[in-house]
């Protein structure tokens, strides 16, 4: 019921940025906690950034200063803001909101940072 539709990943140059978009139906995510993941090749997946009902926002220290992440309420749309983006940035990025008892994940978008 729940689809979460990720977008916005590509290739950028180090020092460079990306707005990663996660548009929601089924639900609506103002009122869940909705939060971005990603997996890099070989590591484990990681939470990067997440954004609960009221607005509250947390990250993990690798990208704070550099990430963002915000709500669009009337698009029912969650985004990443990247900037001063890494190599180490590179991963695949999933979008995971929880609605009851139920975690619902985007397919992910793909986010390469090389020269």
């Known amino acids: 019921q729940v689809q979460l539709v990720e977008s916005g990943g590509g290739l950028v140059q180090p020092g460079g940025s990306l707005r990663l978009s996660c548009a929601a139906s089924g639900s609506i995510l103002s009122i869940y906690t909705t939060a971005w993941y990603r997996q890099a090749p070989g590591k484990e997946r990681e939470l990067v950034a997440a954004i609960s009902s009221g607005g509250s926002t947390n990250y993990v220290d690798s990208v704070k200063g550099r990430f963002t992440i915000s709500r669009d309420n009337p698009k029912n749309t969650v985004f990443l803001q990247m900037t001063s983006l890494k190599p180490e940035d590179t991963a695949v990025y999933y979008c995971?909101?929880?609605?009851?008892?139920?975690?619902?994940w985007g397919q992910g978008t793909q986010v390469t940072v090389s020269s």
């Open positions: 995971r909101t929880r609605v009851g008892v139920v975690d619902y």
